[in-house]
């Protein structure tokens, strides 16, 4: 006798989501915000006549701001992906599963029992679907030494699986191309860096963006001077900009085209202090640049100057 052919898609992922779902969604604050930004009201009698209203503009964009994964479910369903690991096929025959079958739920209010019941819109289950990235699996190096990580500083609860599974979840909202630059670069990351160190998630989160936009480098370290030099060379000019325009007029700086700023001074100084903290711990070294302003002799004005010799003094 022929044994019977599993299903495609794991039963238990399905039922952990509809799970999960069925205890209903609390909404956070950006969908509180969204509701008041755009109604003027964000009360459990607004949030019910939106969903109910199909007509309603704003209702979609409303939803989709609702069936946004948090982190508490993707937690919930991670060791289930870990132990399947899943193709974009299976992914693909379970949104045709909750779309034929719509997954309940109940939509409240922080701080108030009162519950909305409703089904996720078949129309978001494949965007709810691709923001959880079930198909990606880390490398099985990365995957091997996670095991191996002393990870509970990462967990609220100090519980070490937990701390593991939240380092997977980050991970795979990442989802890196997983090159092997890039997996050699993580591992040593994670040996050399002290999950302890209370600024742990912070440098993660800088280098999985950082690793998503130099997809291609080989070698990181570099990579990561390059990007302190831009930000540094980026921070004197703005510095010298602002001390110019301190010194001038309105008009004098009209006539001379200088518009006025919009560096994120604070934002290039936290990456320059991640990157130095980054590159010392994985590479025990570091380029240490030369913070003196250089000089620059603008002259004193009695007139407007000519526009040109100024931009080319400030260039």
Same mark, same amino acid.
Do not use: W
């Given at each position: 006798m022929t044994p019977s052919a599993p299903p495609a898609i794991p039963d238990d992922l399905e039922t952990v989501l509809r799970r999960y779902m069925a205890d209903g969604i609390t909404l956070t604050g950006d969908v509180r915000n969204f509701m008041t930004a755009t109604f003027g009201d964000a009360s459990a009698a607004t949030l019910r006549e939106l969903v109910l209203d199909e007509s309603s503009a704003e209702r979609d964009s409303l939803l989709d701001l609702v069936f946004f994964p948090d982190q508490a479910l993707q937690l919930a369903i991670e +060791?289930?992906?870990?132990? %399947?690991?899943?193709?974009?096929?299976?992914?693909? !025959?379970?949104?045709?599963?909750?779309?034929?079958? =719509?997954?309940?739920?109940?939509?409240?209010?922080?701080?108030?029992?009162?519950? /909305?019941?409703?089904?996720?819109?078949? /129309?978001?289950v494949d965007a709810f679907l691709a923001r959880l990235n079930l198909a990606w699996q880390p490398?099985?190096?990365?995957?091997?030494?996670?095991?191996?990580? #002393?990870? %509970? =500083?990462?967990? =609220?609860?100090? #519980?070490?699986?937990?701390? @593991?599974?939240?380092?997977?979840?980050? !991970? $795979?909202?990442?989802?890196? $191309?997983?090159? =092997?630059?890039?997996?050699?670069?993580?591992?040593?990351? /994670?040996?050399?860096? +002290?999950? #302890?160190?209370?600024?742990?998630?912070?440098?993660?989160?800088?280098?999985?963006? /950082?690793?998503?936009?130099?997809?291609?480098?080989?070698?990181?370290?570099?990579?990561?001077?390059? @990007?302190?030099?831009? !930000?540094?060379? %980026?921070?004197l000019k703005n510095r010298q900009t602002t001390e110019w325009a301190a010194r001038t007029n309105m008009e004098t700086r009209i006539m001379a085209g200088v518009r006025p700023s919009y560096f994120d001074v604070h934002a290039a100084e936290r990456s320059l202090a991640l990157i130095d903290r980054i590159a010392m711990a994985v590479f025990g070294r570091t380029e240490w640049l030369d913070g003196s302003l250089r000089s620059v002799d603008l002259g004193n004005y009695t007139e407007a100057p000519d526009p040109a010799e100024l931009v080319d003094r400030l260039s």
């Open positions: +060791p289930v992906i870990e132990s %399947h690991g899943l193709t974009e096929e299976d992914v693909s !025959l379970l949104a045709a599963r909750l779309k034929a079958a =719509p997954v309940a739920t109940g939509l409240r209010l922080p701080g108030v029992t009162d519950i /909305f019941p409703t089904v996720m819109p078949a /129309f978001l490398a099985a190096a990365l995957s091997e030494l996670m095991i191996h990580l #002393d990870t %509970h =500083p990462l967990s =609220p609860t100090h #519980d070490r699986e937990d701390g @593991r599974l939240r380092l997977r979840v980050r !991970l $795979r909202n990442a989802g890196l $191309r997983q090159t =092997p630059a890039q997996v050699l670069f993580l591992c040593d990351f /994670f040996e050399r860096l +002290p999950f #302890d160190d209370k600024g742990f998630v912070d440098k993660l989160d800088f280098m999985l963006v /950082f690793l998503r936009e130099h997809e291609g480098a080989t070698h990181f370290y570099q990579a990561l001077m390059d @990007r302190k030099k831009f !930000l540094f060379r %980026h921070l």
